[in-house]
């Protein structure tokens, strides 16, 4: 079976389609569930969902109690998914149906080489601060997570069982989907598809939230900024040893020399900068072990529904995790 695991926020005019597609495409060639994570709309998009459940006897509803993130959300689904294996795609129609179908075939086919396969695009039909964010996301991936360089961390993108398994043992509340893959496997394949403009609304995406990704990707997943950190403050130690010399020698042989506080000024500042930056980023990362260690979930579903076979829908609440 295959688990089309698909993040809800505010979509009200697109899920519905999007479901609708879905069931013509995979209908006559797969069985599959629908799981629809909704992370906290702020329109109508859990009405329309409730409508798609009442709908399909194959789709299902989470409801999280806030919102948390695309990749908290993706991991409520992963948590909840039965299938042996699932497709993660967004909720706004830029990820086609027929694209999907692709993507599924291609990673049965290709289930013995891939325990992943990620879908990149001729073409990114995203807005210019989406394409900006995307390119520096890739590259910081390259330094922080040993992604190969020729892969495109497409949030579209088709997982097995035994990746589902090991992902979902991730307890932290910190939660980056692509660098959990990276972590566990190199068994990764990649399909191109088409890449659809977008309709309705815009992106989810902000600048804030952005931040947050890329910070989840340097202090969750790597210690690169540590690292950096140090060798910094080796260098600029260095260069505050050697402008030591040369002043000293400077005032030893030549009285004219200035003792002015400019030079003092610039290299405090300087320095205090940089021993700034280093426990600022210390700080990042014990403060993310306390909040690990105090057992913040990564999501919390408030209600979720399911439609039973005899027409009416079961709901459970509170689902901890």
């Known amino acids: 079976m295959i688990s089309i695991i698909i993040p809800v926020f505010n979509s009200e005019n697109t899920i519905e389609t999007l479901v609708n597609n879905i069931t013509k495409v995979l209908e006559n060639y797969f069985q599959f569930e629908v799981l629809l994570i909704n992370d906290s709309s702020e329109d109508d998009s859990e009405k329309k969902c409730k409508q798609l459940v009442e709908k399909y006897l194959n789709v299902s509803l989470f409801s999280l109690s806030k919102n948390v993130g695309e990749h908290n959300a993706i991991m409520a689904g992963l948590n909840k998914c039965s299938g042996d294996y699932a497709v993660i795609m967004s909720d706004d129609l830029q990820h086609s149906t027929s694209a999907l179908l692709e993507l599924v075939k291609y990673g049965i086919k290709e289930k013995d080489n891939f325990d992943v396969v990620y879908t990149y695009y001729n073409k990114k039909q995203y807005g210019f601060f989406k394409n900006i964010g995307s390119k520096f996301n890739d590259i ?99 260069i505050g040893f050697i402008l030591a010399i040369i002043f000293f020698v400077e005032r030893l042989t030549d009285n004219t020399f200035p003792s002015g506080l400019a030079s003092i000024f610039v290299a405090v500042t300087i320095f205090s900068g940089a021993i700034l930056i280093s426990v600022g980023l210390i700080g990042e990362y014990v403060g993310r072990v306390l909040i690990s260690l105090n057992k913040k979930p990564q999501f919390v579903i408030r209600n979720s529904f399911t439609n039973k076979k005899d027409d009416t829908i079961q709901s459970q609440k509170k689902f901890k995790h």
């Not at 922080?144 to 932290?172: A, C, D, V």
């Not at 989810?204 to 403050?233: A, C, D, V």
């Open 140 to 238: 910081v991936a390259n330094f922080l997570l040993t992604k190969p360089k020729h892969l495109y961390l497409s949030s579209f993108k088709f997982i097995n069982r035994f990746l589902i398994t090991e992902i979902i043992k991730h307890q932290s509340p910190f939660v980056y989907i692509d660098g959990l893959i990276l972590g566990t496997t190199n068994k990764i394949g990649r399909i191109k598809v088409e890449h659809n403009q977008r309709i309705h609304g815009k992106s989810g995406y902000t600048l804030i939230k952005m931040l947050q990704l890329w910070s989840n990707m340097s202090t969750s997943f790597s210690i690169f900024p540590l690292r950096l950190s140090l060798l910094m403050g080796s260098t600029l130690s260095f």
